[in-house]
Every structure is written in C-alpha cells, then in structure tokens.
C-alpha cells in the first residue's frame, strides 16, 4: 500500500502532555505539515505565551520563543521585522488573546504586520482551571460561572467574535475561522492555514486563522461529547468560513 503521508520532520516524536481528546495535537500536525510542505523548517519561528499554549515548544522542531502572557504579537512584530524572509507564528489560546492580549493583537492588526496568528479558540481557560473567557458561550459553565455565562450578571457580558471584529482593521488581509472536531472541517482548516501562511511570505500582511477546538476535560465532558458539543454550540456562535479575503483583490479595503 502507497504511504501518502509521513510523520512531519518539523514534528518531534515525544508523549503528549494534552489532555485526552484536546485539539492542540491536531493543529500541531497540520501546522508542521504546512512547514515541511513549503521547505521553511530552518526559517519558522513560533511565539507561545502562558496556557496550554506554553507548551507548543515541547512540540515543534522549530525556533522558539516564549513571550509574557499576552505579549506574543509584540515579540512577533520584532522578530519578523528583523527577519522578514522567515516565517513568523502566533500561537495562542482565547484566553490568552482575547483577554490580557487583545491590545496587543488589535494594534498589531491594525498596522498591518506581516506575521500569522493560529488563534485557538476551546471557548474556555485550558491551562489555568476552566475560568471563562472572552469566547464562553451564553450559558456555558465554567470554574467562575457555575451557573452559566449569563450577559445580564455584573461582570460577564457577551462572547466576543474576535475574528470578525479585526476584519474590521484595514491592516488585516486574511481571516479564516476553522475548526478541527472532524476530519473534513480539519483539511479545510489547513487550507485556510496554508493561505494564511503563503500571504505572509508573499509580504501581503497581517493574516489569522480562528481555530474551534475541543477542551473535554474543562468542558466536562467525553471527548466524543466534547466533539459534538463543537459542532452543536461552538459553531452556530463562531461560524465557520473565510471572513476576510483581500488577497486576490486591487483593492486594499475589500472583502470577500
């Protein structure tokens, strides 16, 4: 039988510290797929902050590099302009980026700079014992909603879209939501990926892609039910698809 795929070189060959069921292990795969595929292994720098994040570096046979909490965009934004032929990633968690680093990534995005972010988005704190977080589903429980995120209660307020609202900055030209809870949606993740990266090394800009992934062990649940709890509730929230495309197009301020 003709073997179609190897193990990726840029992939090390150790035991998994994830939880049973998590989506990190897959993203890595498809990520470090896309590294061997493009010949850039000796020229990809990877920047993992604090959470379940931190440990992307056990994983990636890569350069490596790990900010304080929040602060990757800031240390992407350095190594890429100082090494602007080598491939630069943000990988980072909702709470990590949508909580204490979001100033950081706005304006990173806003100026255009030419890295990529891996956004992975389990809807919940991972690491740091299942608090809520900035993407937490409207009822969804968590170490500190017990009861369910509820909009109304003094502190909680709504899951935010992060993806959709740096659409919105001129300095964003490729943003992409995928998910990786089934074999299909995770090789139409890779593709969002692929394009992602190839723009980056291309020179075109700031480009994301949103990663839905499950969290069984914070969500509580099976990693069977963790994979259809996604595609019932994470889903309908956080929609799947290309939410900005400028690559293609004349115009710097046009989506597709």
Not at 52 to 59: G, S, T
Not at 61 to 90: E, F, N, S, W, Y
Not at 109 to 123: D, H, P, Q, Y
Not at 154 to 181: C, F, Q
Request: net charge positive; proline share 5%; charged share 20%.
């Amino acid at each position: 039988m003709k073997q179609l795929k190897g193990y990726p070189k840029s992939l090390y060959k150790v035991p998994t510290k994830y939880c049973g069921g998590c989506g990190h292990g897959v993203i890595h795969r498809i990520i470090t797929e896309l590294i061997d595929e493009m010949g850039l292994r000796e020229k990809t720098v990877i920047t993992n902050p604090v959470g379940c994040a931190i440990w992307a570096d056990l994983y990636f046979d890569t350069d490596t590099v790990q900010p304080a909490h929040g602060r990757t965009p800031a240390a992407a934004t350095g190594i890429k302009r100082i090494l602007p032929d080598h491939l630069v990633i943000c990988y980072q968690g909702d709470g990590d980026m949508a909580a204490i680093g979001t100033a950081e990534m706005v304006h990173a995005a806003n100026r255009g700079e030419k890295f990529t972010t891996i956004f992975v988005n389990n809807a919940i704190y991972g690491m740091t014992g299942g608090q809520m977080a900035p993407t937490t589903l409207i009822g969804q429980k968590a170490t500190t909603a017990p009861r369910g995120r509820d909009p109304d209660a003094a502190g909680m307020g709504y899951p935010i879209r992060v993806s959709e609202m740096l659409a919105t900055l001129d300095g964003t030209r490729y943003i992409a939501r995928g998910a990786v809870n089934n074999a299909a949606n995770a090789r139409k993740t890779k593709a969002y990926i692929k394009k992602a990266l190839e723009a980056q090394m291309q020179g075109k800009g700031f480009t994301m892609v949103e990663i839905l992934s499950q969290c069984p062990t914070n969500w509580s649940m099976s990693p069977a039910d963790s994979v259809d709890w996604l595609e019932k509730n994470m889903i309908p929230v956080f929609p799947l698809g290309e939410i900005k495309n400028t690559l293609e197009s004349k115009a710097e301020g046009a989506s597709k």
